[in-house]
């Protein structure tokens, strides 16, 4: 018997049979992220139903020195969430998915707080939290798919982050599994209690190189009362800068704040969405406010105030308004004839009207095939540049060119979607060598014989 045969028996004993997968065609859908542009191969896919048994793997894994990649919804756009093409090194190689993790405690209404398991999706959560009138903080388009484990991993940002914060900021507790097998506990309600490091904010953002998050206790919002969903065509980004700032001015809250551009929308309307707007304009911002009494009157008085070329505006959910941005990213995965080149830059806010000039234009810069189209949140500074029909074999060039117009405005690499294996050679444009090197002794501390997502963040 192989060491790799002898753990996967070890492994049905855990979860049984059913749930260890070696067949090619049922971990196909786990070795191949959702971009499509990273693709792998495993020993075998493993899916755990509680913490114990998630302990259990890991013990097991590491007894017989495999490598584990952590997933979730398989949303991410990083590359992080499959292990890379077989390599050299010949030690078994599993997928822990947490697909069957899916319980929800009730939900805390006092404490405004709810207990999940990781493999629970953003959409199960915040429809827990609305049965009790209140919301789940963090909202993405990913919402079906995306996890409570992989949002904490990713730190990821969404489209309520201008309101309420990243994932960082709703995490109140975790449950985690050790590279040794142990179990760490952080379970706590309390809004004060500095005992020590915050070992739950460290785990956020840690994009599964830590410790396997098995459990979140995640902070709630009250939901809000009214929202009004507008969005209007403008000439210049500085005109949503000054839409934003007069709804503020006017007493109403800004609970999201995206942009759009012409080509992006066009594409869309391409794809079965219908504009919002009739008329064309470089830009497009979606905005939802939340306010007390005629909440409308005061939005239809901005935009008349305004310099916009055109707006509308609909009583919130408005999902066909939001349709126009949240069906960008499918949008444009169809339309691209190679794998979307998908970059998530953030800038300062006042660099915003350069760099987004600078991005759109990107595709000068090169001679072969590109074609940008941007979006993204625009009250956090946050684009996404998605590059398309990019030639494989010419994905690190326009890369580096695009970070490279990112850190000349001062901007991250990695707004929300973390560095995974896509982002590896680029790290120094975001960070010193002493930041470097201290992240890789705390990796080196909790996971020292680098089992988990091997490759990510460090290469
Ligand atoms: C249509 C679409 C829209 C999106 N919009 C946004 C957006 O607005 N904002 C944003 O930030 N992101 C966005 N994303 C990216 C993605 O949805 C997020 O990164 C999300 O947090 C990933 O969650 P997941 O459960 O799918 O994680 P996965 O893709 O499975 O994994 C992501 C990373 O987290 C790790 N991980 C997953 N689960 C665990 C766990 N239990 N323990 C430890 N590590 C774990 C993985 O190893 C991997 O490194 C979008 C993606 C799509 C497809």
């Known amino acids: ?165 990243n994932t960082r900021r709703q995490v109140l507790g975790i449950e985690a599994v050790l590279a040794d097998g142990r179990v760490l506990r952080r379970w706590t309600s309390l809004v004060k209690d500095n005992v020590g490091y915050d070992l739950p904010g460290l785990l956020a953002g840690s994009e599964g190189t830590l410790a396997v998050i098995t459990r979140v206790l995640f902070r709630l919002v009250a939901s809000p009362a009214e929202t009004v969903v507008t ?71 901005v935009l008349d105030e305004a310099d916009v070329v055109d707006g509308v505006l609909e009583p919130g959910p408005a999902r066909d308004l939001w349709a126009s941005r949240e069906q960008h990213t499918e949008a444009i995965s169809r339309s691209s004839v190679t794998p979307v080149v998908k970059l998530d830059v953030s800038v300062p806010i006042r660099a915003l009207p350069e760099a987004l000039a600078e991005l759109g234009a990107v595709a000068d810069l090169v001679d072969h095939p590109c074609r940008p189209i941007l979006f993204g949140h625009v009250g956090d500074g946050n684009i996404h540049v998605n590059l398309l029909d990019v030639p494989e074999d010419r994905v690190e060039e326009l890369t580096g060119r695009v970070f490279g117009i990112v850190a000349a405005n001062g901007g991250s690499i990695s707004a929300e979607h973390g560095i995974g294996r896509a982002k590896v050679p680029w790290t120094g444009l975001g960070r010193s060598e002493v930041d470097l090197a201290a992240m890789r002794a705390i990796k080196a501390a909790l996971d020292p014989d680098g089992r988990f997502n091997p490759g990510v963040i460090f290469g």
């Open 231 to 301: 969005v209007a065509a403008v000439r210049h980004v500085e005109d949503i800068f000054t839409l934003l700032d007069t709804m503020a001015e006017r007493g109403l809250t800004v609970e999201a704040a995206e942009i759009m551009t012409e080509a992006g929308l066009d594409l869309v309307h391409d794809h079965g969405v219908r504009r919002p707007v009739a008329a064309t304009a470089p830009f497009y911002t979606l905005i939802e406010v939340s306010g007390t009494g005629d909440i409308e009157e005061v939005v239809v008085g």
């Open 1 to 165: 018997m192989t060491g790799s045969d002898a753990l996967l028996t070890t492994l049905r004993s855990v979860v049984t049979d059913g749930h260890v997968l070696t067949d090619h065609d049922a971990m196909a859908g786990y070795l191949t992220d959702w971009t499509g542009r990273w693709t792998g191969s495993a020993d075998a896919v493993v899916r755990p139903r509680t913490t114990d048994e998630v302990a259990a793997i890991v013990s097991a894994c590491a007894d017989a020195g495999a490598t584990l990649w952590l997933q979730g919804g398989n949303t991410g756009l990083v590359g992080g969430s499959v292990p890379p093409a077989a390599a050299d090194n010949p030690a078994p190689r599993v997928v822990l998915s947490t697909s069957r993790m899916v319980d929800i405690d009730e939900v805390d209404t006092v404490g405004r707080c709810v207990g999940v398991q990781a493999g629970a999706t953003i959409d199960q959560i915040d429809r827990a939290a609305g049965e009790c009138g209140l919301a789940f903080p963090v909202d993405l388009a990913s919402r079906e798919s995306a996890t409570a484990g992989g949002v904490v991993a990713t730190n990821a940002g969404g489209v309520r982050m201008i309101r309420h914060g």
